[in-house]
Structure formats: structure tokens, C-alpha cells
């Protein structure tokens, strides 16, 4: 509760001053002395020391009845009025013409010389200095006056004072705020739900609820708004069948005509020439260096290839090569070459005539037959097998190995899973006169690569 002249002694009847220091009770004897007799609070309005001590006394006291609150005075309650007694029923009386009600005294404002309105900026002369406060207000704006003073809240006391209009100084006046005028709403062109371009100048259309085209076709509420919206989004119409496109032409893939000439078995020279080109513009180790050379030596000594091949003299030239390489590498303690060249045509005649032949695929097919002997094979490799000697057959029919490769589907026909496959003698016969590579012009009744176990 905040002390002011004008509550103070009503709030402070209850208080037992003997009960307090003397300071409060000499406080207490000078606000009596200043605010009553025939002028009062006079004094404090007019003495700026008077009117400091009495605002210090106001801020004790006001701790003093935060502490006993049992001196406090208690907002009077308003006593209930008596319920009137119910009327007695009487008989009606004849009318007579309600007289006119008084009219209400007008209450007078009270005098504002300075025009004061709440949260006005003041300036006054308090305790020495001069002193700036902010005028209270009424509910509604109107400053809070009492006679010739004005309620003044005094920030740098934290207090609010009553200061007489005659001592204050207007620094800063509250101007009322002008009232905004209402905005015009913005003309919104639109379809109605009949489809009808319409503009709505009421600000009644939500733009956030009709239907835009998008610019994908489609229509979404409070979408893209390039153009007007739509109340009802319109049917989109079907859109026609696309034709169907033509199937593109089959692309018949074209085998390559293999122009080699197709041999049962490779020549020997040829064999030794396929080596001899595996270490040609290759990395190469005199480990692989010697290995030819003595294969080269071989095949002079034991005849592997004869004089009369039509490739001798190029496969004794090869040899020479070869044992110079060797020599070099061996003298001159080089174990390995990142490129095996060797300056000479007949490097070029043995690619030539390795390009030119190959294998014939039933002498490849026949082998694998022979190199099943003694094993047991998957039912997807023997069917796989026969399905390759079949196509083979139906594509040469009258070939050299027509006899060769029907014994070889007799065989795998009458083959059941889980067994060995096991050639006879009298078949291996039928597999006879393909030649050798090991005895050239011989014929041993193998083939190229088979197993030794399947010679006869």
C-alpha cells in the first residue's frame, strides 16, 4: 500500500506507535502538525524539506505495515441493505402521468490549467534538484487530479508524489494517436461457380480457397496465381490416346565369316610358333626365356618336327633367336625384360600363319568327349556336350568327323548320373586317323589335350 497525503491517516489508525522507534513516532508528530489545522499539507506542498522528510517517513512506514499486517486498515465492506417486505395486494390505483425525472447535477472537472493527461512528461523542483516524473492516469486516459495536485510517478524514488500543477513544468505532451483508416479491399478477379469471370470488390473472396491453373495443367487451391482462380476447378478433358509407336525392325546380327583355314590338329611348327609369340613385345624372365629354348632344342633332337614340314626352316630360324636371347641374358646376368624384341622377318611370317588356321571345332568338342573318360560328370555338362556335337553334326553332316562324333553321342546317350563315362576300345576306334601332335602323320586314336589314361 503506498502512503499519500491523502490516505495516510486513515491508513494508519490501527498502528501503535509507542511500539516503534523514536524516529518513526517523531516522523508520525510531523505529519499531524503539517497536514491538519486550518491549512493542511500546506506546508509540505510549499517546503521542499518538509515535503523530502515526509516522503522518507511515507517509505518507512509503508515497510513497517508490510511487516504487521494486523495494522493494516481493511477495505469497509458494504453492508447488505435489508430485503424489503413483499407488498400487500392493494387495489389498483387510477393512473396519473409519471413525472419527469430531475435531471443529474452536472459534476464540475476538476481544474487542468496545464491541459494534463496521463503519462504526460513533467519536470519540478524536489530536494534541491529538479526531478522528472510521468503524470498518472484514470481508466481512459484522463490525468489522475486531486484539487490542485496531480498524482506524479517519480522513477528515480520509485514513488508516486502529489504535486501541485503550480510547481510543474510540461516537457513532453502524449499526442493521441490518429485512428487508421480502414484499407480499401484489392479488386480480386475471379470464376464463379458457373464458370463466369467475375470481381469481387467486397473482400468477401478468400484467394487462399480457389483453384489456380498450374503450370503443369493441373488445378490446385491457393497455388500458383499466374492467372485467376476458379470457385470449382474445371473437369480437365480426357486427353487423346497416344499412338502407338511402331516396333522398331529386328536387327538380324550378322556372324562374322571366319576366313582360317580349319585343320584337325595344329602343325608342330605351328605349336612352337604359338610359344615362341607369347614372349614377343612381352615382359619376359630368363626363367621363360630358357624354357623355350630347350622346348626349341627338343623338338630338333627328338624330331618332334620333321624336315619335311613346310615350316622347318622358319622354326630353326625362330630357334636361333631364341638361343641368342638366352645367351645374352645369361651373360650378361639379366634376369628378366620389360619387352622381348627381336628384330627379324620371320617374327612376321609366324603371326601370319598362326592367324591363318585354327582348330576345327569338332576336334575341340571330341576332346573334351575323350577328356570325360574315368570321370563322373554333371547332367548339365553332358547335356551341354551333347547339344554342341549334335549342332556340330547338323552343320557338317558330311564331314571328316561325322563318324567320330556320332560315337561320341552313342556313348554320352547311354551315360547314366552318377557314373563314369567309360569309352571302349571299339569306340576309341572309331575316334582313330585324327592324328597326334606328339607323332605327327601317326594316328593314335586320340586327340589334342585328351588325358594319357584315355590312349589306346
Given amino acids: ?58 517509505g518507512k512506514m509503508e515497510q513497517v505495515l508490510e511487516k504487521h499486517p494486523q495494522w493494516r486498515v481493511a477495505a469497509a465492506k458494504p453492508t447488505p441493505a435489508p430485503k424489503a417486505p413483499k407488498p400487500a395486494k392493494l387495489t389498483p390505483a387510477p393512473k396519473v402521468a409519471a413525472a419527469k ?12 490549467p496545464l491541459k494534463l493527461k496521463g503519462g504526460d512528461r513533467v519536470v519540478f523542483h524536489y530536494m534541491g534538484h529538479d526531478t522528472h516524473g510521468l503524470v498518472q492516469p484514470y481508466t481512459g486516459g484522463a490525468a489522475r487530479i486531486t484539487g490542485d495536485t496531480v498524482a506524479v510517478q517519480v522513477p528515480s524514488h520509485n514513488r508516486e508524489l502529489d504535486i501541485k500543477m503550480s510547481v510543474l513544468k510540461v516537457t513532453h505532451k502524449i499526442k493521441p494517436q490518429p485512428k487508421e483508416a480502414k484499407a480499401k479491399p484489392t479488386p480480386l478477379d475471379y470464376f464463379n461457380a ?51 509407336a511402331p516396333k522398331a525392325p529386328k536387327v538380324v546380327k550378322i556372324k ?52 619335311k614340314s613346310p615350316h622347318a626352316d622358319d622354326l630353326d630360324e625362330i630357334a636361333g ?29 609366324a603371326r601370319n600363319l598362326v592367324a591363318s588356321v585354327r582348330v576345327a ?20 555338362q553332358v547335356a551341354q556336350l551333347l547339344k554342341k556335337l549334335h549342332n556340330e553334326y547338323e552343320e557338317h553332316p558330311n564331314g571328316d568327323f561325322g563318324l567320330a562324333i556320332g560315337a ?41 589335350g585328351a588325358p594319357k589314361k584315355a590312349r589306346r
Fill in 1 to 58: 500500500m503506498t502512503l499519500t497525503t491523502t490516505n495516510y491517516f486513515d491508513q494508519v489508525k490501527k498502528v501503535d506507535f509507542a511500539k516503534l522507534p523514536e524516529a518513526l513516532q517523531k516522523g508520525h508528530n510531523l505529519v499531524k502538525r503539517v497536514g491538519t489545522g486550518s491549512e493542511p499539507w500546506t506546508n509540505y506542498h510549499g517546503s521542499e524539506p518538509i515535503r523530502g522528510m515526509i516522503d522518507i517517513y511515507f
Fill in 101 to 112: 425525472p430531475a435531471k443529474a447535477a452536472k459534476v464540475e472537472k476538476p481544474a487542468n
Fill in 194 to 244: 458457373k464458370g463466369k469471370a467475375v470481381t469481387d470488390l467486397t473482400g468477401k473472396i478468400d484467394p487462399e480457397k480457389l483453384y489456380y491453373l498450374q503450370p503443369d495443367g493441373s488445378y490446385e487451391q491457393g497455388g500458383d496465381r499466374r492467372s485467376p482462380g476458379y470457385v470449382k476447378p474445371p473437369k480437365a478433358a480426357k486427353a487423346p490416346k497416344a499412338a502407338k
Fill in 256 to 307: 562374322p565369316v571366319d576366313t582360317r583355314d580349319e585343320v584337325p590338329h595344329l602343325d608342330g611348327a605351328v605349336q612352337f610358333m604359338q610359344k615362341f609369340l607369347r614372349l614377343v613385345d612381352k615382359p619376359a624372365t630368363i626363367e621363360k626365356v630358357r624354357a623355350l629354348h630347350r622346348n626349341l632344342e627338343k623338338s630338333v633332337t627328338k624330331q618332334l618336327v620333321r624336315s
Fill in 321 to 349: 633367336l631364341v638361343a641368342k636371347a638366352y645367351e645374352k641374358m645369361t651373360e650378361g646376368g639379366i634376369g628378366s625384360v620389360e619387352k622381348l624384341e627381336f628384330d627379324s622377318p620371320v617374327v612376321g611370317r
Fill in 361 to 380: 571345332t569338332a576336334t575341340t568338342l571330341l576332346s573334351a568327349f575323350i577328356n570325360m573318360q574315368g570321370t563322373v560328370p554333371t547332367e548339365k
Fill in 408 to 448: 561320341a553321342e552313342a556313348v554320352l546317350r547311354d551315360w547314366k548320373p552318377g557314373k563314369q563315362v567309360r569309352i571302349t576300345k571299339q569306340q576309341l576306334s572309331g575316334l582313330s586317323g585324327l592324328g597326334c601332335p606328339d607323332k605327327p602323320g601317326k594316328p593314335c586314336g586320340c586327340l589334342n
